[in-house]
T-cell receptor, first 112, second 115 residues
Framework: QKEVEQNSGPLSVPEGAIASLNCTYS??????FFWYRQYSGKSPELIMF????GDKEDGRFTAQLNKASQYVSLLIRDSQPSDSATYLC????????????FGTGTKLQVIP | GAVVSQHPSRVICKSGTSVKIECRSL??????MFWYRQFPKQSLMLMAT?????????EQGVEKDKFLINHASLTLSTLTVTSAHPEDSSFYIC???????????FGSGTRLTVV
């Protein structure tokens, strides 16, 4: 079982819709959870990070964490074509809190 | 916010030569920095954890004698790819974290091509 799993996509949504990206992780001791956006040929850009169960909102982005289900998601409201990118879920593992493991990413396509 | 600068952004070198990549934290001190490698259409793979003033910690399968890491100051870590071969061609990215209350910031990455 992979430590961090994401559907590779592509996930296609029309402009203005809500994009929902999902991620599961295997280590119950995981403490910090991150969502990064990566455009082709570029390095990842941090969008959100979340530590506690529940929702965290920042502008059009909402991260949701459910530690009991080992599940973290990212909602993008009012999706724009510029949101088209690969979204990486990342988790810090227990027993080495700074070490970050990445999922393989979900490719999002926002259709104008 | 935290800024991590990485140079060069792109380098082409001949097989058998060495290449040095620099990673700097511009507005914060980073006792720990991380080096990743990313092959096309794959996710980031952690290569090593760079610790200021001490030896780097390498992930399983990463040759420490081939990928030399030096973290001589609180704002600079370097990765040297020694005796580069074409299979070392990849996108190398560093990252650091300003504090526990912030996420990890990535450098802009270095595209290494070994010919």
């Amino acid at each position: 079982q992979k430590e961090v799993e994401q559907n590779s996509g592509p996930l296609s949504v029309p402009e203005g819709a809500i994009a929902s990206l999902n991620c599961t992780y295997s280590d119950r001791g995981s403490q910090s959870f991150f969502w990064y956006r990566q455009y082709s040929g570029k390095s990842p850009e941090l969008i959100m990070f979340i530590y506690s169960n529940g929702d965290k909102e920042d502008g059009r982005f909402t991260a949701q964490l459910n530690k009991a289900s080992q599940y973290v998601s990212l909602l993008i409201r009012d999706s724009q074509p510029s949101d088209s990118a690969t979204y990486l879920c990342a988790v810090t593992l227990s027993g080495g809190y700074q070490k970050v493991t990445f999922g393989t990413g979900t490719k999002l396509q926002v259709i104008p | 916010g935290a800024v991590v600068s990485q140079h060069p952004s792109r380098v082409i070198c001949k097989s058998g030569t060495s290449v040095k990549i620099e990673c700097r934290s511009l507005d914060f001190q980073a006792t720990t920095m991380f080096w990743y490698r990313q092959f096309p259409k794959q996710s980031l793979m952690l290569m090593a954890t760079s610790n200021e003033g001490s030896k780097a910690t390498y992930e399983q399968g990463v040759e420490k004698d081939k990928f030399l890491i030096n973290h001589a100051s609180l704002t600079l870590s370097t990765l040297t790819v020694t005796s580069a071969h074409p299979e070392d061609s990849s996108f190398y990215i560093c990252s650091a974290r300003e504090s526990y209350n912030y996420g990890y910031t990535f450098g802009s990455g270095t595209r290494l091509t070994v010919v």
